[in-house]
């Protein structure tokens, strides 16, 4: 059985918890900044524009609330601020659902506090059973701070045999940014990279005070340009479904339909699955890696 569910000893550094205040008024900022008073409906405030997008004038009339009611919200105080109000921002920042969810978490953490972050993640006994009996379905369960928690035997054949790894770096985030592998193995990195740094973003708004978050976004930050870059667009999202074009070191090229479920445990870990279309090439390669097995990422290796 190849599926684990151990957990990162604890050799990481201690990170510095993310600053909440800081977070939420760089968020509304950035929102902000993507939109222009035509996007809105608006005419343009005042003739010389200064800043990218609207302004905060602007944005406090779409959202009927005062200018100095919303600077502050935007300088990060978000302590008395109704969800009413946060409801007509996000309606004003035209936010999608993953960015109302973040605003809100930001805003108001007290009325989304969760489990302790700093608690060990756990995958139950049924769910690991689910995993192998999936044959031939690369599946696995991904867990906060884009840990990858237990998989079965499909899914180290496509991806890589991740029992060989440290508990520490069976992490997306540090395959995706830290590892030449990945960068070949998705044909569109950049996406990839986009959509792990999303969510770590999205963690970043519910449990900001999560040591081991901010150690690893602290690392990557040292030592990836790019993920500095997508960090600080502040963007996030949730991808439920899709199609992953791979680039396997054996099979060659591989187009995976994949769906993601979210767990209703309270556990905030996600299931995920990967499929290929019935009589496609890519079916017919997942079919030779299953038969190959783990073995067919230990002979891509040699």
Not at 26 to 49: K, T
Not at 83 to 111: F, G, M, N, Q, Y
Not at 163 to 190: C, G, I, K, Q, T
Not at 197 to 202: G, H, I, K, T
């Amino acid at each position: 059985m190849d599926n684990r569910d151990e957990q990162p000893d604890a050799t990481l550094a201690a990170g510095r918890p993310l600053d909440r205040r800081a977070e939420l008024s760089e968020f509304l900022r950035s929102r902000r900044a993507r939109l222009q008073p035509e996007d809105v409906g608006l005419a343009p405030f005042g003739r010389h524009r200064r800043v990218p997008g609207l302004r905060r004038e602007e944005l406090a009339q779409l959202a009927g609330v005062s200018v100095a009611y919303y600077t502050r919200l935007e300088q990060g105080n978000g302590r008395n601020v109704s969800a009413e109000v946060l409801d007509a921002i996000a309606r004003a920042l035209r936010l999608t659902d993953a960015e109302h969810a973040h605003l809100t978490h930001l805003a108001k953490p007290k009325a989304h506090k969760k489990k302790p972050a700093a608690r060990q993640q756990q995958v139950r006994g049924a769910l690991r059973q689910l995993l192998d009996s999936l044959d031939g379905v690369p599946a696995y369960v991904v867990g906060r701070r884009t840990e990858i928690l237990a998989w079965n035997r499909m899914a180290a054949a496509v991806f890589g045999d991740w029992a060989e790894l440290a508990p520490a770096e069976r992490n997306w985030s540090r395959l995706v940014f830290l590892r030449p592998d990945y960068r070949e193995l998705f044909v569109d990195w950049e996406q990839k990279a986009i959509d792990i740094v999303c969510a770590l973003r999205m963690d970043a708004g519910c449990y900001p005070d999560d040591p081991r978050l901010s150690a690893l976004v602290g690392e990557l930050s040292v030592k990836s340009e790019e993920f500095r870059r997508l960090w600080a667009t502040h963007d996030v999202k949730e991808k439920s479904h899709g199609v992953k074009e791979l680039h396997h070191p054996l099979v060659g090229d591989l187009a995976l339909h994949f769906e993601s479920f979210r767990l209703t445990d309270g556990s905030d870990q996600s299931l995920l699955t990967y499929h290929a279309e019935p009589g496609s090439p890519s079916a017919d390669s997942l079919r030779l890696l299953a038969s190959w097995g783990t073995d067919a990422n230990r002979a891509a290796t040699r």
